[in-house]
C-alpha cells in the first residue's frame, strides 16, 4: 500500500499514483525498483508520449492499454555489451566452468537477459569449452519486447568491434566472427547457439523460483531495485540454486550486505561470483 506523506510533494504523489497503476492494472510491480531511477525514466516517457506532466501519464496507461510495451521499454535498461567485464567471463570460463563440468547436466538462469547478450557470450563460452551439449540456457526478462530481440539474436554491426575486443580480453578461442554473419548493417549470430535455451517473461519483484540451475548469471539488475527487492531477488537465486551453485552478479553489486549473505560463500568475488553455502563440514572446500 502507498505511504502517502505529508513533506510528500506534487511529483512525488503522482509517481505514486502511477507505479500503484502500472501494478494493480498490469501486474507489473515496480513498487520497490531504485524510486529515482523510475522517476527518471518514467520522465522520459512523459516526454516521449507528450505529456506535461505524469498524471498525463496516468490517464494514457490506464485508458490505452497498448501503450504498455512501450512504456515497460523505458522502464527496463536494455544497454548491454557481449562479454561486458571481460574478467567475470574469463572468471567463468577458468574457474567456474571446471566445476560445473562434474554435472552431468548443467542448467543457467540469465535473469534479466535483456537484448540477449549475456545470453550469446556464456552460450559461446559454452561451446568453446564444450558443454553446450549439457546445457539448458533459461533467458529471463520482465521486457516481452527485448526477449524478442534476443530470440532473434541480430545486433547493429557498429557495436561488433566492442564485442570483440571483450571476447579477446574474456580469453576467447577463436575469432567472435565465426558465431555471426554480416550484411545489411547488422550482424546475424548463428542460430545454432539458441537450440538450447528457452526464453520466458519472469519478474524479480513478483514471480516465485523460475527452476532449479547450477550457475544464476543476473548482472547489473539489482542497482536498479531498493534493497528489499535486492533481497527478493537473491532470495530467489539461492533457493534456485544447489549447494555448491554459482551466483554471478554486475560489477557494482554484491551479496555481503543482504540477509541472504549466510547463503553464499566466497568464490571469486572480485569478479563477482559467489558459490552456494552447503551448510555443511564441505563449505570450506567451495570456496577453494
Not at 490506464?62 to 567475470?88: A, K, N, W
Not at 516481452?144 to 557498429?158: N, P, Y
Not at 553489486?253 to 549473505?261: I, K
Amino acid at each position: 500500500m502507498m505511504n502517502m506523506r505529508s513533506e510528500d510533494t506534487l511529483e512525488d504523489i503522482e509517481l505514486d499514483l502511477l507505479i500503484e497503476a502500472i501494478w494493480r492494472r498490469y501486474q507489473y510491480d515496480f513498487r520497490d525498483y531504485s524510486r529515482t531511477s523510475v522517476l527518471r525514466r518514467l520522465q522520459r516517457a512523459q516526454a516521449h508520449f507528450g505529456h506535461a506532466n505524469l498524471s498525463g501519464l496516468l490517464d494514457r496507461i490506464l485508458h490505452e492499454p497498448e501503450c504498455l510495451p512501450e512504456l515497460i521499454g523505458f522502464l527496463t535498461i536494455q544497454v548491454s555489451d557481449m562479454f561486458r567485464d571481460p574478467d567475470y567471463f574469463r572468471t567463468i570460463r577458468e574457474k567456474v566452468v571446471p566445476h560445473l563440468r562434474t554435472w552431468p547436466s548443467i542448467k543457467v538462469w540469465i535473469a534479466g537477459c535483456a537484448n540477449g547478450e549475456e545470453f550469446y557470450s556464456l552460450a559461446i563460452l559454452f561451446r568453446e569449452e564444450g558443454l553446450e551439449d549439457r546445457t539448458l540456457f533459461y533467458c529471463t526478462d520482465i521486457n516481452t519486447a527485448a526477449l524478442e530481440r534476443a530470440k532473434a539474436g541480430i545486433f547493429e554491426i557498429d557495436r561488433l568491434p566492442g564485442f570483440s575486443r571483450n571476447y579477446r580480453e574474456a580469453g576467447g578461442k577463436g575469432s567472435l566472427s565465426d558465431y555471426y554473419t554480416a550484411n545489411y548493417g547488422v550482424a546475424r549470430f548463428d542460430p545454432t547457439l539458441r537450440s538450447r535455451v528457452v526464453f520466458a517473461d519472469h519478474n524479480l519483484a513478483s514471480d516465485a523460483v523460475f527452476s532449479e540451475v547450477h550457475f544464476v548469471s543476473s548482472r547489473n539488475v539489482l542497482i536498479y531495485f531498493d534493497r528489499t527487492l535486492q533481497d527478493r531477488a537473491l532470495g530467489l537465486f539461492a533457493r534456485s540454486l544447489p549447494p555448491g551453485g554459482f551466483l554471478g552478479l554486475g560489477s557494482k553489486e554484491t551479496v555481503l550486505f543482504s540477509p541472504e549473505r549466510e547463503n553464499f560463500a566466497d568464490f571469486a568475488p572480485d569478479e563477482k561470483v559467489w558459490r552456494r553455502r552447503s551448510h555443511s563440514s564441505q563449505e570450506a572446500v567451495y570456496a577453494e
